[in-house]
């Protein structure tokens, strides 16, 4: 009797240390990782994905609009049909949209003098319904005025094509400039044309880069190529965020608004272009090409095989410009969903993809958002199912990224400080899928629990091996890029905070790419028939997040980073082997970084070998947490609260943008600047500025290193 009663609460007892472990112990939340691409959970969900997709791309949805206000409302219904609570936060911003265009050629060599006045209209293709909501083709904050010259071929627009220009001995001065896009970012194209002198600027598509060279390309819908009339339209600016908020977010309420910069504040900025432009097609820029005399361009320059000869003028041609703008503020929704961390709610692992779009934007940016909804709906199934992540869990759908990654932007200057001191990962996808083959960036922490997580999907283009066997195939480790361009809403993040982070993607470059093309039917027809990429997206994805959120220590390794800074600061070093300038300040705090980063996994592993007796679990759960601090805020120590010179926003000193470059990755930009003023200059003042960038960027390094210690010196 007495035996038997005594047992009940030994049972008891034995039945609470079990549930203790399984709750609390590494295997219960790997449990609820593997479900999250179990065949149960995701038999379906490429047509659930093509659903999604299908209702956000039924029309156009540019920023500001009323469509993507609806967008908006889809997203936030979306996210709690999957029960996670969710908001719309607003902001009201200085967006703009085109009111005229006109474009004329003239040939005043032919007799009697010829004129041809461009539609600019791309063709529309039947079964396109909405296609007449599509915005005239026009580049955003593009000066509004007149612009008429003789035409000069520029080639892709860079500093070094108007070097070539100047040593041909062609004067851009007082020109309208005909570039072809693909090599840098637009605003930099229009930029480098004001700077050489020109007055006006006309971007085409040729067809070399997007039409697919040979005749039988006929371009889409007959096959996935840009068409002969279309245009890719894009922002020219520069900054990040609301233009006339620059570093403060763009509150107002109905009856206040916030401080802003006045139109010729914003035009000192240098962020805005100064002479008008205008996007045209491969047609229209193919008619232009033809009215150049002139010296013949070098090969470099040339078109496809079959184009005509390219001549770099200037003229004959003529060409008149005309464009007008309205810049207007409009009301912008940004949609976050939350799932509350059970462990460490004030520890923040976001993920971040914009819904606004050019035109349909079936590519970009909603192939993402398609794949955040079904990362949503998974987290919905595991949060039914009992899962509560450690680390809280913010869903983002950012607005207005194509104008100049304003959404994002915004939010992260309003809550700085709360993301500063609680965001551990911010992970990106913006273009999620135009085609096979997977593509990552990261700051190198981060690498390795890429790897990990490639390795547990199958590569859909090859089911019988993963993501991370394909991945690998065309060089030994997988080839991983970094975050210091400016193309998407990783940008705020990582360059003006400091938040590790990752971008992900299927395919990379597309011939429709911010054209009205950009649709369902290229996607269902060209980028992913059956939707399967979309469903490998979200599934590394996710797993990279459930990582993150629920792993007790933090997976980020910093040897990865060490590795990383010794190779950049490398290829930096050659650049300027014979001008006296000492990196050994950098080479010495990359080696005390590689030496914190060993200390702090060995103290890991000491710890969590302790770890197994449940026991003394609790009583080190202020350690546990102190270490993974240090991990959060050793890359907040690569930001310099001045910031690059002259670019003060650009708080990081190993990544942000290349100046000529918007969409260029570069490391070390500081020193990177200094650099090309210096070779420019070249006077012992601006080599010497050179020195103090090393100097500032080693100390940076350095203070990760005592970040990752955690000791007071
Ligand atoms: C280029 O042309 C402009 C105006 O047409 C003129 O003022 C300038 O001197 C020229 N530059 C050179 C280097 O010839
Ligand atoms: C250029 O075009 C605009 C608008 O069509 C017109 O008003 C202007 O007179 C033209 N300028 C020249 C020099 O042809
Ligand atoms: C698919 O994966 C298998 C197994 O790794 C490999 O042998 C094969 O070459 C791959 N096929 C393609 C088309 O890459
Ligand atoms: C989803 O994939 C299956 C094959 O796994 C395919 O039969 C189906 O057509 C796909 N659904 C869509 C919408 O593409």
């Not at 947490?625 to 926003?649: I, K, S, V």
């Amino acid at each position: 009797m007495i035996i038997t009663t005594l047992m009940i609460p030994i049972c008891l007892y034995i039945i609470y240390l079990l549930f203790i472990i399984t709750s609390s112990s590494p295997s219960s939340y790997s449990i609820y990782h593997s479900l999250f691409t179990s065949t149960s959970l995701i038999t379906n969900s490429n047509s659930t994905i093509s659903h999604h997709l299908y209702t956000l791309t039924r029309r156009p949805h540019v920023a500001g609009t009323q469509a993507n206000a609806d967008a908006a409302s889809y997203v936030f219904s979306t996210f709690t049909s999957y029960s996670l609570p969710s908001r719309i936060t607003s902001y009201h911003v200085s967006l703009t949209y085109p009111i005229s265009r006109s474009l004329t050629l003239t040939h005043p060599q032919s007799d009697p003098p010829t004129s041809i006045t461009f539609d600019l209209n791309q063709k529309i293709y039947s079964g396109d319904p909405y296609a007449n909501e599509v915005l005239p083709t026009f580049h955003a904050y593009a000066k509004s005025g007149t612009a008429v010259g003789k035409v000069v071929y520029v080639n892709y627009g860079r500093v070094e094509d108007y070097d070539t220009l100047k040593q041909m001995g062609v004067n851009v001065s007082g020109t309208v400039v005909l570039v072809r896009y693909g090599e840098i970012f637009r605003g930099d194209i229009v930029r480098n044309a004001h700077l050489a002198g020109a007055v006006g600027v006309v971007v085409y598509t040729d067809k070399k880069d997007y039409g697919g060279c040979g005749s039988k390309n006929k371009g889409y819908p007959d096959d996935r190529w840009m068409p002969s009339s279309g245009v890719q339209v894009g922002t020219l600016y520069s900054g990040a965020g609301d233009p006339t908020t620059p570093g403060w977010a763009s509150i107002s309420s109905s009856n206040a608004d916030c401080e802003r910069l006045s139109d010729d504040e914003v035009e000192q900025s240098g962020d805005v272009p100064l002479i008008p432009s205008l996007p045209i097609s491969w047609a229209d820029g193919d008619f232009i090409l033809r009215s150049i005399g002139g010296q013949v361009a070098n090969a470099d320059w040339q078109g496809c095989p079959d184009s005509s000869v390219y001549r770099v003028g200037p003229g004959p041609g003529f060409l008149n410009l005309t464009y007008t703008g309205s810049q207007v503020i409009n009301a912008i929704q940004n949609v976050i969903a939350v799932i509350e961390g059970a462990i460490e709610p004030d520890r923040f692992v976001i993920l971040g993809n914009h819904r606004d779009a050019w035109t349909f934007g079936a590519v970009d940016p909603n192939s993402g958002t398609a794949a955040l909804l079904e990362v949503a709906r998974r987290f919905g199934k595991l949060k039914r199912k009992g899962w509560r992540p450690r680390r809280t869990i913010i869903l983002c759908n950012w607005d207005a990224e194509e104008y100049g990654l304003i959404g994002s932007t915004e939010w992260v200057e309003e809550n700085r400080e709360m993301l500063a001191s609680r965001a551990v990962a911010y992970l990106n996808v913006d273009c999620g899928v135009s085609g096979p083959g997977f593509h990552a960036s990261a700051t190198p922490q981060l690498d390795e629990l890429l790897k990990q997580a490639t390795q547990q999907v199958r590569d859909p283009d090859n089911i019988s091996q993963t993501i991370y066997e394909s991945w690998i195939t065309s060089s030994e480790s997988p080839l991983i890029g970094r975050l210091g361009g400016g193309g998407s809403d990783y940008a705020p993040f990582v360059q003006h905070i400091g938040i590790p982070s990752v971008d992900i993607l299927f395919g990379g470059g597309y011939p429709v790419y911010h054209s009205m093309y950009d649709d369902f039917v290229w996607m269902k027809k060209f980028g992913d028939p059956m939707f399967h990429r979309h469903v490998a997206a979200a599934s590394i994805w996710g797993l990279v997040a459930l990582q993150l959120a629920d792993k007790e220590f933090l997976p980020f390794n910093y040897l990865s980073y060490a590795n990383e800074l010794q190779t950049s600061t490398k290829v930096l070093h050659d650049v300027v082997l014979d001008k006296g300038i000492d990196f050994t300040p950098i080479y010495k705090s990359i080696r005390n970084l590689e030496k914190a980063a060993n200390k702090i996994a060995n103290q890991i592993k000491a710890l969590e070998e302790t770890r197994h007796f449940i026991l003394l679990r609790n009583k080190d759960s202020f350690k546990v947490r102190e270490l993974n601090d240090r991990l959060m805020m050793a890359e907040r120590a690569f930001t310099d609260r001045n910031g690059l010179l002259g670019r003060p926003w650009y708080k990081h000193l190993v990544y942000a943008p290349s100046s000529h470059d918007d969409y260029g990755s570069k490391s070390f930009p500081g020193i990177d600047d200094a650099i090309e003023v210096a070779k420019n200059l070249n006077t012992k003042e601006a080599w010497h500025v050179v020195q103090h960038e090393v100097w500032r960027t080693s100390r940076a390094i350095t203070h990760a290193s005592l970040v990752l210690n955690g000791d007071l010196t």
